[in-house]
Structures are given as C-alpha cells and as structure tokens.
C-alpha cells in the first residue's frame, strides 16, 4: 500500500543515514572504508532495552530454540556492503560508541512514535483485562496497523517474557533472505522494538524490548514485562 | 507486498500517522543534533533526495503515467498523481513564468505538520518539511529532470499555505527524456 511505503522509505533511509551520521568522526562526504575488523558491540544499557542480534537467552519454559544461531557470536561487526544494496549510504565504522548511539537513537524514536500511537488508539482497546491481551492486541490489531499484517505466532513463559514472531517482517523484506544480511538486520529492528516498548508504555505497561533475527526475513520481538 | 488484511477505518488513520510522527521524531533528533537551522534543513534535504531516488522507482510501478511531452504535464502528475497517492492530497497548480519552466504547489493542508503548532523556540529558519523538496528533486533526477525545489511559503512560519517552487533547470530534450522504466 503506498501510505505504508512513505514510511519504509523514510525509515531505511534513516536508518542509513543516522547510522552514518553518529558513526562519522566528522562532516563531509568520506568514502565507504573497508572492512575495518570485528567492532565489538556492546549492549550495556541501564534503563533503556536494548537490541541484541542474533541471540536471545532462552527462555526455559517457553522452549525456544536458538534457531540456528548457536556460534553466532553476540557482536554486529562493520562489514562491507555488497554494491547495489539498497542501503548504499551505509558507512562502514569500527566506532564502537557510534554504534551504540545509532542503535539507541532510533530505538528512541521508535518509543516516541509508540507512544504517540498508542494515544491514537480507539478507546475501547485501552480497557484490557489482562497482560495477554495487550500482547495479543499488539501483535494483532497493533501490527496490521503498522505493517498491515498480523504477527505470525506469539508465545509466552506466563511469567511477563512473551517472543512475538514475524516470519516476513516488512522492514527486512527488501533484502535478502537468509543469511546475507544477518549482521545489518538490528539497525532495521532498532526503530519497531521502541515502537513496541512505546505502545506498551502508553498501555500501561513498563517493558524492555529485543529483536533477535536468525534468518532474514523472520525476526523476533522478546518483550520482558518489568514488574515496578 | 503480502495483501494487507481488511483495516478498520481508524487503523487506517494509525498508518497515516505513523510517518507522520516518524517524521516529527526524525525533525526532533536532527534538532538536538545541529545547532544550526541550515544544518538541520540541509540535512532533510539529503534524506529527502536520497528516498526520492527510490520512491520514483515505487511510484513508477504503482502508476501508469504516459510519458510527458512537457514540464507542466510532470507537475501535474506530481501534483495529482503522486502526491494524492502517497499523502492523500492534492495540491494545486500555477506556472510562475512564460517560459513555463517555474512552478509552484500550493498545499492547502500540509499533512506533515498535522501535529506541529508551531516551530521550536529557537528554530525561526528551521524548514520543517524539507525532506519533500529533496524528494521531488531526487525522483526527478532519476527520469533525468534537474530541478530547483525549495519552500516559498510555509504555514509554520506564518503564511496562510504551504507553496513549494520548482525551477527546471535544463530545457526538456525530447530526444534525450525517457520515462524511466
């Protein structure tokens, strides 16, 4: 549909371009540098969720698998970009901090935007009886609204940590599916897992939120209920 | 594209919305991020081109535009084709010149500014929309059309409509424009 097409556009191109922007030592056009080595990526965050890719811990009683990515290392390494990807303003930074800054300004906005649509939502959705039902909620009326399409499973501990699953996430779609991608794939999940932490928050509900991708274009959405 | 499933109408509203406010939250973090205004305005500008590269492509598929025969009828698509397609409105049209290489869009309401009241404090010059004038000017160049877009008048700063200028900038040669495919 074309509204939601202005929208992908506006955020791939963000997330290229803010990517490059926190990354850059400085202004000006640099050209893209090589493959500059393993960037270690950090996800020590206090308050804020952070994004991890590709593994989640397990969560015991829900009987996950790490689906495939057991000796995928818990790093996102800069790597080059193959020519002709859509992502062509990518840069390419062993910048450790400018990673970290990238990833949490868009989650960022991401929460922001929730919030603001959480507030849009007709009122009858805001009188929920139970926590499931606001995952339910999200994953059904939530995600046809944002991506026009419902969430494809959504599975839960009952103990507050529920894994939402998208098998063709519409931000990854454009790309590759597989493997190729792997290690770009949590710039592309920074933006919903706030949009997702937004919405929640605007429900009434405090979470922490995480995206782990296995194979493009499946992803996964962890949402951790904080007890206050 | 997967068919989307059957939306309620305020769920509707909740996509329109959604790049709305993602763009608001785009203008509110390049704010914290330059301190100048021109800093700000230059850098949707470069966003803007760089998703009216692509957007032309998407555009194009969605479409089905003859080719043009002149500067007027690609405003006219602009005008009542793509923008109805991707904002839902319609802006009018005025050719500012006899040569007919000026125009300008006149937006009675700009949808991107619905939840803006005003500019920041501090932020006078700041062009809140100027990811559309790098968009226009980004598709355009990818169908070989070189173009001045700018804001000639801007309700955020006090104007009673939003008007974007567009100058071509090379006369149209026939032989040399191809509608891209």
């Known amino acids: 549909m074309a509204d939601a097409a202005l929208f992908e556009f506006l955020h791939t191109e963000m997330v290229a371009e803010l990517w490059a922007h926190h990354s850059d030592p400085g202004p000006g056009g640099a050209a893209p540098a090589s493959h500059l080595g393993p960037a270690t990526f950090s996800l020590r965050r206090a308050a804020p969720p952070c994004i991890h890719c590709p593994g989640i811990s397990d969560v015991p009683s829900l009987g996950l698998q790490h689906s495939g990515s057991s000796g995928h290392p818990k790093e996102i390494r800069a790597s080059r970009l193959p020519s002709g990807h859509t992502i062509s303003t990518c840069r390419h930074v062993d910048r450790h901090q400018g990673q970290k800054m990238s990833l949490s300004v868009l989650e960022g906005m991401g929460f922001r935007v929730g919030q603001a649509l959480g507030e849009r939502l007709p009122q009858e959705t805001l009188a929920f009886r139970e926590e499931l039902d606001v995952l339910k909620f999200l994953c059904k009326d939530l995600w046809v609204a944002v991506f026009q399409k419902q969430m494809d499973s959504l599975r839960t501990n009952h103990q507050g940590t529920y894994v939402l699953q998208d098998n063709s996430f519409p931000l990854l779609i454009r790309m590759a599916a597989g493997l190729q991608y792997l290690e770009e794939a949590p710039k592309f999940l920074a933006f919903t897992c706030g949009l997702l932490r937004g919405a929640l928050s605007t429900l009434g509900i405090k979470s922490l939120v995480t995206a782990s991708v296995a194979s493009l274009p499946t992803c996964k959405f962890q949402v951790v209920i904080q007890k206050t | ?181």
């Open chain 2, 1 to 181: 594209m997967s068919r989307p499933a059957h939306r309620r109408p305020e769920y509707h509203k909740i996509n329109k919305d959604l790049f709305v406010l993602t763009y608001g939250a785009l203008v509110a973090q390049l704010c914290k991020d330059y301190e100048k205004d021109e800093d700000v305005n230059k850098y949707l500008d470069k966003m803007g081109y760089g998703i009216g590269t692509r957007l032309v492509e998407d555009f194009l598929a969605r479409s089905c535009v003859r080719r043009c025969h002149s500067y007027s009828e690609i405003i006219d698509i602009i005008a009542q084709v793509a923008f109805k397609m991707y904002l839902g409105i319609t802006p009018s049209v005025t050719c500012n010149n006899s040569s007919r290489t000026e125009f300008s869009l006149i937006l009675d309401k700009n949808p991107l500014v619905e939840f803006v009241e005003e500019l920041p404090a501090g932020r006078s010059s700041l062009c809140y929309c100027n990811l559309l004038s790098g968009i226009i000017r980004g598709a355009l160049e990818m169908v070989h059309l070189a173009a001045d877009v700018t804001f000639l008048q801007d309700t955020l700063k006090g104007d009673r409509v939003t008007e974007i200028g567009i100058t071509f900038l090379k006369k149209l040669d026939e032989k040399k424009y191809r509608r891209k495919k």
